[in-house]
């Protein structure tokens, strides 16, 4: 998180940091473990009033930034969910509200604005199912038949997709990469629940079989989808990678004030050079997370050049050394560890469930590659 | 702090970057790179060592010399944000590497912290004239990580002291002016407490400087010995037996270096290290461009760099701000030793079987084995990772101390070696 926060990203922080902590303590979470959605529709529209959900849309369309830098602030709430293991569908509905406060118009302003009430769900159909789950691969079609479109084809996971009443969704065409909002209840859609790592966020496969669209449930231009959607996964990225260095700061913190406490042969763990040894390394790690996820919100804010190579940066490294911090805190809690009844495994499942999504470290770093091997020109 | 009376950062830029194509020659493509590689001959080292101190006058007289150093010292006055757009703009550019690292930092830089308005007077302006250059006196045969051990003694004689002892690992003393040394001027309380910093030309009668070879042929390193060598009390650093804090500063500047608003590191990284756009050379010129497998070890090399960047920004903020303590700057020096370590890994790996037999027209991939070689310098040199990890989990975590055998008692009676236990 970033050292210094203006005083009104401060407000976002307390207020969201009160709430959670109120709504959502650890016990809710082991709780909502049968939950169908994973979370309760009024928990998040009165989130949504905190401003959850409309840092990322333009003022004109009823939402605005605090400090000027919308993704930013969206992180202070994020690394407050990731410390906390909150509930809630923070990526997917931030990732469709951008987009269609972007270039969605008119024809979708009613739900956008029911996403900045918190009373509308969207999510954000990224990824598909193997052996065509690469990062950013779209099997998916998307024919236009008259003045509609047809979708046939299958995203999965796809987050909250059980409790969304729409799907933001990537086809390809003859014309290319083409998005349409989908409402879920459109005949051909059909939404199947999968399992998951998580305690509070629920996955789908959705399927579509000749599904049909207005025209109008375009976002963007027809085959004009490349870029947004690539904007979509930096926002999503940005926001995921807040989240995870939440969570590792909490099994940190949680793993030294053990350590402290916890005696063996007459001493605290903490006393032993191979622990501290290990303690210092995480430390580095999870001060470069926090370095890399706050210089990556800024460059994907600011929509710099470098943001590409930033964001995949972070989320190659905090899903790497994420998951190895979350294990080498396991490891030192000992059995207690490994159990349910630990807060421990709350943080350990936000931070391997967030390396899986939208693109796994390997992945990201070939993205790198790709724009590494072009730094010369680009200097 | 007022910012009118000084130039902006932007217009600053402009005219440095003016400057340096105006008046520096590029730097061909993967100069300096590689881990303490060998220089062709002691003259090509010597000839390039000159061209630094001419650079730097080069700096002096153009207005860019000790950009954040204060005026009163024939520094700029300008601000870190000032020093950091001097070193983006030299990037890609020949620039004095040998002599920012320890010369600026962290010599001149205890110089500044502690020295006297008259040793500042002297010194600092020859350093950034590029007419003196420092190197670090601190290790000793007997311990390097255990600095407050050191054994090289100071006796009071008079107006001077008479240093004794030896030194050791100390990069590039051979072609050097001063040292800054740590000695130990009381054995009758604990090795804290009785230690002393003092100054000293490097070639005079009583200092020996002999090199050492590393295992890949490069003769930087030295040892050196010092047998009743006369030092004025006046090039004595701070006060008598409170080296220690001395020290301890002296150790903080080490280990901020890359972060350092008095040193000039270009952008794209120090010298003596594998950059991620190196590693598409190794890879280009193993013919595994193309190879997925190889392009993963790219991107984890350039994802290290970046990571590695974002967080001494992040540490450099929160220092200056306070809102992190002094010792956190172990965080960085820990993190960038393991990180170069991996990166140097990378190159080898990427190089394939060049990393076992090479010649000369291998381009990028040539040396990359003799780069593995030599691995864990990035851990050890400047303080080991080790150290670093100690003082995390002690100084920024609080964890308990390992128990020492030394403290609280004179130094004189601490058991030194297992020969020496008896
Ligand atoms: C490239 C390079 C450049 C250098 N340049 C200079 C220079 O210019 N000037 C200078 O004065 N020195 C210089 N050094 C020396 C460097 O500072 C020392 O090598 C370093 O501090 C380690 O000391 P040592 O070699 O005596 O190892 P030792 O102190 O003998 O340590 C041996 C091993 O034991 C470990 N160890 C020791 N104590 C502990 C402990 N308490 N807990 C856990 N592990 C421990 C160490 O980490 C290391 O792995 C340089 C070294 C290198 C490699």
Redesign the pocket.
Same mark, same amino acid.
């Given at each position: 998180m970033l050292l210094e926060l203006d005083p009104d990203q401060e407000v976002l922080r307390e207020a969201t940091a009160r709430y959670l902590t109120d709504r959502v303590p650890t016990e809710k979470i082991r709780r909502l473990r049968n939950d169908v959605s994973g979370f309760e529709a009024d928990y998040w529209r009165a989130g949504a009033e905190l401003g959850w959900t409309s840092l990322l849309v333009a003022e004109e369309h009823g939402g605005g930034s605090i400090s000027g830098a919308g993704l930013v602030d969206l992180t202070v709430a994020a690394h407050e969910f990731g410390l906390r293991a909150a509930p809630g569908p923070l990526v997917p509905t931030n990732v469709v509200a951008a987009a269609l406060s972007a270039v969605g118009g008119a024809a979708h302003e009613a739900v956008l604005a029911g996403l900045l009430e918190g009373t509308a769900i969207a999510s954000w159909g990224y990824a598909e199912p193997a052996p065509n789950d690469r990062l950013g691969t779209v099997e998916l079609t998307c024919r236009v038949e008259g003045d509609e479109i047809v979708l046939d084809g299958v995203k999965r996971p796809v987050e909250s997709a059980g409790v969304a009443q729409f799907l933001l969704v990537t086809g390809r065409g003859e014309a290319g990469l083409t998005q349409v909002l989908v409402p879920t209840d459109t005949p051909g859609v059909t939404v199947e629940p999968l399992r998951t790592v998580d305690l509070t966020r629920r996955f789908s496969s959705v399927r579509f079989d000749g599904a049909r669209v207005p025209a109008s449930a375009l976002v963007g231009e027809l085959g004009g989808a490349a870029e947004q959607v690539e904007r979509q996964l930096q926002l999503a990225l940005v926001i995921l990678s807040a989240e995870s260095v939440g969570a590792m700061q909490a099994a940190f913190d949680m793993t030294v004030q053990w350590a402290f406490e916890r005696y063996s042969f007459g001493r605290p763990l903490a006393s032993y050079?191979e622990l501290k040894h290990r303690f210092a390394d995480m430390k580095s790690w999870l001060e470069a997370a926090h370095a890399i996820s706050d210089t990556a919100a800024s460059a994907v804010g600011a929509e710099s050049p470098d943001a590409p190579e930033l964001v995949s940066a972070a989320k190659a490294f905090i899903g790497e050394y994420g998951v190895e911090l979350l294990q080498d805190c396991v490891q030192i809690h000992g059995g207690i560890g490994v159990t349910f009844e630990h807060d421990l495994h709350l943080f350990l499942r936000r931070v391997v469930l967030d390396r899986a999504l939208y693109g796994t470290p390997a992945e990201h770093r070939q993205r790198i590659a790709g724009v590494v091997e072009h730094l010369k020109e680009r200097a | 702090m007022s910012t009118g009376d000084i130039e902006d950062v932007e217009t600053f830029r402009q005219r440095a970057r003016a400057w340096i194509r105006g008046n520096l020659a590029p730097l061909p493509a993967g100069s300096g790179i590689g881990v /303490?590689r060998a220089g062709e001959s002691d003259e090509a080292e010597l000839a390039a060592v000159a061209r630094q101190r001419e650079i730097q006058r080069m700096f002096y007289d153009a207005g860019f010399a000790g950009i954040a150093f204060p005026r009163e010292y024939g520094g700029q006055g300008l601000t870190a944000d000032h020093q950091k757009a001097f070193s983006e703009e030299i990037s890609g550019y020949e620039y004095p590497a040998d002599i920012q690292a320890?010369t600026f930092s962290p010599c001149a830089a205890v110089l500044l912290d502690f020295g006297t308005e008259e040793q500042k007077r002297q010194h600092i302006p020859a350093i950034l004239k590029g007419e003196e250059l420092w /190197?670090?006196?601190? *290790?000793e045969p007997s311990? %390097? *990580?255990?600095v407050a051990a050191a054994l090289t003694s100071a006796v009071r004689d008079g107006d001077d002291w008479i240093l004794n002892g030896s030194?050791i690992?100390?990069?590039g003393a051979w072609w050097s002016d001063w040292g800054l040394v740590l000695a130990r001027t009381n054995w009758d309380v604990p090795k804290h407490r009785g230690l002393t910093v003092f100054i000293l030309p490097i070639h005079q009668p009583g200092i020996e400087v002999n090199r050492i070879e590393m295992l890949n042929g490069n003769k930087e390193?030295c040892q050196e010995y010092l047998t009743d060598v006369r030092v004025p009390d006046t090039d004595r650093i701070g006060e008598v037996d409170d080296g220690w804090t001395v020290g301890t500063r002296w150790m903080f500047h080490e280990r901020m270096l890359h972060n350092s608003p008095l040193v000039t590191i270009p952008a794209d990284g120090a010298r003596g290290t594998i950059r991620a756009t190196h590693l598409v050379e190794i890879a280009r010129d193993a013919g595994r461009l193309e190879d997925p497998l190889a392009r993963d070890l790219i991107g984890e090399g350039r994802m290290l760099d970046l990571v590695t960047h974002a967080l001494q920004g992040r540490l450099s903020r929160g220092l200056r701000s306070g809102r992190m303590p002094d010792q956190s700057a172990a965080i960085g020096r820990l993190f960038t030793g393991v990180t170069a370590a991996r990166t140097t890994t990378l190159s080898f790996n990427l190089a394939g079987g060049a990393s076992a037999a090479w010649t000369d027209d291998d381009g990028a991939t040539a040396e990359c084995g003799n780069d593995f070689l030599l691995r864990q310098?990035s851990c050890? %040199?400047?303080?080991?990772?080790?150290?670093a990890r100690?003082v995390v989990s002690e100084r920024v975590l609080g964890m308990p101390r390992?128990p020492a055998k030394d403290r609280g008692i004179a130094f004189r009676d601490v058991p030194r070696g297992a020969s020496n236990r008896g």
């Open positions: 050079q | /303490m320890p /190197m670090q006196f601190l *290790s311990a %390097g *990580s255990d030194k690992w100390t990069t390193f310098v050890i %040199g400047g303080g080991t990772t080790e150290m100690n390992e």
